[in-house]
């Protein structure tokens, strides 16, 4: 059974997979970044907010012995008084659409490339087979 299991995690596309997901964690930090730190400020400049992810709409009243501030979001959301957080949505769609465009940008590229690769071998090759040539000798020395 374990060599089963090492033979399983030793295929390629178990570790490629890995590899991906490790990649893939890393790239969404720098994407999260992008947003938070470059495009989100430039969103909240235009709207006026200094934070736009603490963008919020009060849906119930805070629990009577709440004592901090109406405007912060983070101490109202711990104090679990009830609210719609459309400012942080707002930002984690914003990241979903980079990551996403960036990721079909990289696919795109990657299938030209492939397509590419693959013309120019299909170029590089059009002379005949060895099997070909194999039935040619074959049907000359029937001959």
């Known amino acids: 059974m374990l060599n089963e299991f090492r033979d399983f995690i030793l295929k390629g596309n178990v570790l490629d997979l ?15 970044s992008l947003t938070e730190d470059v ?3 430039i969103v909240s400049a235009i709207f006026g907010a200094p934070d736009f992810s603490t963008m919020f709409l009060l ?5 009577a012995d709440y004592a901090g501030t109406m405007t912060d979001y ?17 930002t984690v769609v914003i990241n ?21 690769s693959e013309a120019e071998a299909e170029a590089v090759d059009t002379g005949p087979s060895e099997i070909d040539l194999l039935i040619e000798i074959r049907d000359s020395l029937k001959k």
């Open 74 to 90: 983070a101490a109202l959301k711990e104090a679990g008084v009830p609210m719609l957080g459309w400012g942080q949505f707002l």
């Open 18 to 32: 890995a590899v991906a997901v490790i990649i893939g964690a890393a790239f969404a930090t720098i994407t999260t």
């Open 59 to 63: 849906l119930g009243s805070p629990p």
């Open 96 to 116: 979903f659409v980079i990551l996403a465009f960036i990721i079909f940008m990289i696919v795109r590229y990657a299938t030209r490339v492939m397509k590419k």
């Open 39 to 41: 495009i989100m400020p």
